[in-house]
């Protein structure tokens, strides 16, 4: 059975890009344009192995939701990585405080993508 993944992102043009990287290499994707989408994903999922969230969108941003996902029972262990135009130590810092396991600066490569959600993705 594929596993799943949520991308959650403002950009749909980058979700395009990343759920054509992570479908070709056999995961299932769910998508959403902000956190709070996010979160109803996350409501309506049987089980999320891995999340990629962008940093800053609208109505709540990629620090806040990876906060909210720590506290969510069925999906508190899924690992996240942040995928971000933001590259300063604070916000990663921010990001690990909040739980996130790896952070990409866009324009990322797909092959850095698929390497760091393979190595994260849980069985």
């Given at each position: ?8 992102d403002?950009?749909?043009s980058l979700?395009?890009v990343v759920?054509?990287a ?5 995961y299932?994707?769910?998508e959403?344009?902000?956190g709070q989408?996010?979160l109803a994903q ?8 891995l ?9 709540m941003?990629g620090?806040s939701?990876?906060?909210?996902v ?7 262990f899924?690992?996240v990585?942040m995928?971000t135009?933001?590259?300063q130590?604070?916000?990663?810092e921010q ?8 952070w990409?600066v866009k324009?990322f490569?797909p092959?850095?993508?698929l390497d ?6 849980l069985?």
């Open positions: 059975m594929a596993k799943t993944i949520l991308i959650v403002d950009s749909s979700r395009t759920k054509l992570l479908t070709r290499a056999g299932d994707v769910l959403a344009g902000d989408q996010g996350l409501d309506k999922a049987a089980k999320v192995h999340i990629v969230s962008d940093v800053n969108m609208p109505v941003d620090i939701f990876v906060k909210q720590k506290q969510h029972p069925r999906h508190r899924a690992p990585v995928l135009t933001e590259g130590d604070a916000k990663k990001g690990r405080a909040a739980g996130a396991k790896a990409i324009p490569n092959p850095q993508l760091a959600v393979s190595k994260l993705i069985p």
